[in-house]
């Protein structure tokens, strides 16, 4: 298994940055792919950006293209969430997760998610 711990998150005000992690721990060497989702609420979970754990593809969604960036440190075993320019529809809880099946759809670990709040 693979565990997964979030961090970073917050309140800003609109136009700032805020950078969380994600600290992967267990079966790390199993990972695929890591992403990051969010879940506004009243909102179903939405694709944030995702990056290959053993290359460097990186995807985002169009919402966030341009303004967040996904890194790791494989090293640390922890993926990154680089978030500037936050309006205040990126408020959200943030959610780390592992893909470690690549023949298979769908994330495999979830963290327990971290609160990002923006004020306008």
């Known amino acids: 298994q693979v565990q997964l711990v979030e961090s970073g998150g917050g309140l800003v005000q609109t136009g700032d940055s805020l950078r969380l992690s994600c600290a992967a721990s267990g079966r790390t060497f199993s990972m695929y792919v890591m992403g990051w989702f969010r879940q506004a609420p009243g909102k179903e979970r939405e694709f944030v950006a995702a990056?290959?754990?053993?290359?460097?593809?990186?995807y985002y969604a169009d919402s966030v293209k341009g303004r967040f960036t996904i890194s790791k440190d494989n090293a640390k075993n922890t993926v990154f969430l680089q978030m500037n320019s936050l309006k205040p529809e990126d408020a959200a809880v943030y959610y780390c997760?592992?893909?470690?099946?690549?023949?298979?759809?769908?994330?495999?670990?979830w963290g327990q998610g971290t609160q990002v709040t923006v004020s306008s």
């Open positions: 990056i290959h754990w053993s290359g460097d593809n990186t």
């Open positions: 997760a592992a893909d470690v099946r690549p023949m298979v759809s769908g994330y495999d670990y």
